[in-house]
């Protein structure tokens, strides 16, 4: 989850490659142009959402509007643990099978 950049956020905590900082670029794109009223709900929610679960918050963002991303943001914080990382999990699942379609067809 590290090698993703936090919603609103350019940059990943751990290193990305220059293809992965691009499709995150690509992927998050309706959150990293959102509102500043946005963006800053983003932050504190993306802090709120890491102190309670301890990793960030993982979203196949790709055509997800920011208001969308962020109300699903808002709406997990009231998973259990396990649930959460399950979710968190089935995100990642979509991540890489939408990055493996791009790198099939050398996008």
Not at 19 to 48: C, T, V
Not at 64 to 89: F, G, H, P, W, Y
């Amino acid at each position: 989850f590290r090698h993703h950049p936090k919603i609103g956020r350019k940059k990943a905590a751990a290193r990305q490659s220059g293809k992965a900082r691009q499709w995150s670029k690509g992927e998050q794109a309706a959150a990293q142009k959102a509102p500043a009223k946005i963006l800053a709900e983003f932050g504190k929610a993306n802090r709120e959402y890491e102190k309670r679960f301890g990793f960030i918050f993982v979203i196949c963002a790709a055509g997800k509007s920011s208001e969308e991303i962020l109300a699903s943001l808002k709406q997990r914080m009231a998973n259990d643990a396990e649930t959460e990382m399950r979710v968190a999990a089935e995100e990642q699942s979509k991540i890489t099978r939408l990055r493996l379609e791009k790198l099939i067809e050398g996008a």
